[in-house]
């Protein structure tokens, strides 16, 4: 990824979460060693383990897509669109397995934090910790996978800069601004059309 890339603040917050992951899943697997296992240990490393995923999916949905999530349903509806891609935007980021895997995490979220910690008891929480390690690997791997075809989809931000910059060169065809408004729906993120933007003022001056 190029050092001036205007998602490389956003790609390099989602690293950083997924080593969050990586330290939970770390947690969980000492906790799970333990000779008896403190529910409210694994419970708050469960529900942590879904705000790491959400925040990478809002960093995506809010600065890539460009789209703000409102409602009562929004954190499924976040999680769900995560898996199909948007086309000229971003491919898809986690696969329909994975997501409705995740699904769960979601909902155990939801009962931790309506719950007294000595309520956590049952096979609930002792599935969903015994099979965070696996499924986290996955959100990791996934995760991973995306940024790397990331670049792929958005180099149209930097042919855009390119044509715009190169105004003196001659060769026909479309115009400077005509290329740049031919372009500026597959921008792929908003700080990419803000660029778009003052290239396209620039060149028409």
């Given at each position: 990824?190029?050092?001036?890339?205007?998602?490389?603040?956003?790609?390099?917050?989602?690293?950083?979460?997924?080593?969050?992951?990586?330290?939970?899943?770390?947690?969980?697997?000492?906790?799970?060693?333990?000779?008896?296992?403190?529910?409210?240990?694994?419970?708050?490393?469960?529900?942590?383990?879904?705000?790491c995923c959400e925040r990478v999916f809002r960093r995506i949905g809010a600065e890539i897509n460009g789209a703000s999530y409102r409602g009562e349903?929004?954190?499924?509806?976040?999680?769900?669109?995560?898996?199909?891609?948007?086309?000229?935007?971003?491919?898809?980021?986690?696969?329909?397995?994975?997501?409705?895997?995740?699904?769960?995490?979601?909902?155990?979220?939801?009962?931790?934090?309506?719950?007294?910690?000595?309520?956590?008891?049952?096979?609930?929480?002792?599935?969903?910790?015994?099979?965070?390690?696996?499924?986290?690997?996955?959100?990791?791997?996934?995760?991973?996978?995306?940024?790397?075809?990331?670049?792929?989809?958005?180099?149209?931000?930097?042919?855009?800069?390119?044509?715009?910059?190169?105004?003196?060169?001659?060769?026909?065809?479309?115009?400077?601004?005509?290329?740049?408004?031919?372009?500026?729906?597959?921008?792929?993120?908003?700080?990419?059309?803000?660029?778009?933007?003052?290239?396209?003022?620039?060149?028409?001056?």
């Amino acid at each position: 990824m190029r050092r001036d890339d205007p998602l490389d603040e956003v790609t390099t917050a989602i690293r950083r979460e997924l080593a969050n992951c990586a330290a939970l899943r770390a947690e969980a697997r000492a906790e799970l060693c333990r000779p008896e296992r403190n529910p409210r240990v694994l419970g708050s490393i469960t529900h942590d383990f879904y705000n790491c995923c959400e925040r990478v999916f809002r960093r995506i949905g809010a600065e890539i897509n460009g789209a703000s999530y409102r409602g009562e349903a929004w954190h499924k509806e976040l999680l769900f669109r995560m898996t199909v891609a948007v086309s000229g935007i971003r491919p898809q980021v986690i696969t329909e397995e994975l997501a409705a895997e995740l699904d769960e995490y979601l909902s155990f979220r939801h009962v931790f934090r309506n719950s007294y910690g000595f309520e956590l008891k049952g096979d609930r929480l002792a599935r969903l910790s015994e099979r965070l390690d696996g499924v986290a690997s996955r959100f990791e791997q996934e995760i991973a996978t995306f940024l790397a075809s990331l670049d792929d989809e958005i180099d149209v931000c930097f042919v855009v800069v390119r044509d715009v910059i190169d105004v003196s060169c001659p060769g026909g065809g479309l115009g400077v601004t005509d290329r740049v408004a031919d372009r500026r729906a597959h921008a792929s993120d908003r700080q990419c059309r803000d660029q778009v933007e003052r290239c396209s003022t620039t060149a028409a001056r």
